[in-house]
Protein backbone atom coordinates (compact mmCIF):
# COMPACT_ATOMS: atom_id res chain seq x y z
CA UNK A 1 0.00 0.00 0.00
CA UNK A 2 1.44 3.29 -0.66
CA UNK A 3 0.11 6.67 1.33
CA UNK A 4 1.16 10.45 0.99
CA UNK A 5 1.04 12.72 3.58
CA UNK A 6 1.13 16.61 3.35
CA UNK A 7 3.45 17.19 6.50
CA UNK A 8 3.22 20.66 8.58
CA UNK A 9 4.90 22.71 10.22
CA UNK A 10 8.20 21.25 9.37
CA UNK A 11 10.50 21.83 5.87
CA UNK A 12 9.86 18.60 4.39
CA UNK A 13 6.55 19.06 1.66
CA UNK A 14 5.26 15.41 1.76
CA UNK A 15 6.36 11.86 2.61
CA UNK A 16 5.83 8.92 0.44
CA UNK A 17 4.80 5.35 2.27
CA UNK A 18 4.80 1.82 1.24
CA UNK A 19 3.77 -0.58 3.87
CA UNK A 20 3.58 -4.45 3.39
CA UNK A 21 0.80 -5.00 5.75
CA UNK A 22 1.90 -3.84 9.34
CA UNK A 23 5.48 -3.57 8.36
CA UNK A 24 6.96 -0.11 6.56
CA UNK A 25 8.53 -1.46 3.11
CA UNK A 26 9.72 2.52 2.08
CA UNK A 27 9.54 6.16 3.16
CA UNK A 28 10.82 8.96 0.71
CA UNK A 29 10.45 12.23 2.40
CA UNK A 30 10.57 15.30 0.12
CA UNK A 31 12.15 18.61 1.46
CA UNK A 32 13.64 18.91 4.17
CA UNK A 33 16.92 18.09 6.04
CA UNK A 34 18.48 15.56 3.41
CA UNK A 35 20.64 13.61 5.74
CA UNK A 36 18.33 13.56 8.43
CA UNK A 37 15.36 12.62 6.25
CA UNK A 38 16.98 10.09 4.51
CA UNK A 39 18.56 8.75 7.15
CA UNK A 40 14.80 8.49 9.19
CA UNK A 41 13.75 6.74 5.87
CA UNK A 42 16.18 3.83 6.14
CA UNK A 43 16.04 3.35 9.70
CA UNK A 44 12.19 2.78 9.51
CA UNK A 45 12.38 0.56 6.89
CA UNK A 46 11.42 -3.17 7.83
CA UNK A 47 9.93 -2.06 11.06
CA UNK A 48 6.26 -2.35 12.33
CA UNK A 49 4.32 0.75 11.52
CA UNK A 50 3.49 0.31 15.89
CA UNK A 51 7.17 0.55 16.82
CA UNK A 52 8.09 3.18 14.40
CA UNK A 53 5.41 5.55 15.73
CA UNK A 54 6.06 4.69 19.24
CA UNK A 55 9.68 6.00 18.47
CA UNK A 56 9.42 8.99 16.47
CA UNK A 57 5.59 10.50 18.12
CA UNK A 58 6.52 13.70 19.92
CA UNK A 59 10.29 14.17 18.85
CA UNK A 60 10.62 18.14 18.15
CA UNK A 61 12.31 19.90 16.48
CA UNK A 62 13.89 23.33 17.66
CA UNK A 63 10.67 25.45 19.03
CA UNK A 64 8.25 24.48 16.17
CA UNK A 65 6.44 21.87 18.41
CA UNK A 66 7.19 19.25 15.68
CA UNK A 67 9.10 17.57 13.65
CA UNK A 68 9.87 15.59 10.25
CA UNK A 69 10.10 12.33 12.56
CA UNK A 70 7.09 13.37 14.51
CA UNK A 71 5.15 13.78 11.51
CA UNK A 72 5.97 10.56 9.96
CA UNK A 73 4.37 9.30 13.07
CA UNK A 74 1.67 11.26 12.73
CA UNK A 75 1.03 10.04 8.93
CA UNK A 76 1.91 6.67 10.15
CA UNK A 77 -1.16 6.71 12.62
CA UNK A 78 -3.61 8.58 9.80
CA UNK A 79 -2.58 5.77 7.47
CA UNK A 80 -3.60 3.09 9.51
CA UNK A 81 -7.08 5.05 10.69
CA UNK A 82 -7.40 4.94 6.58
CA UNK A 83 -6.45 1.19 6.44
Not at 31 to 49: A, D, F, H, M, R
Amino acid sequence: MEYRYRPQGVCSAEMIIETDGDIIKNVKIIGGCPGNTLGVSKLVEGKKIDEVIKLLKGIQCGFRGTSCPDQLALALEEMKQNM
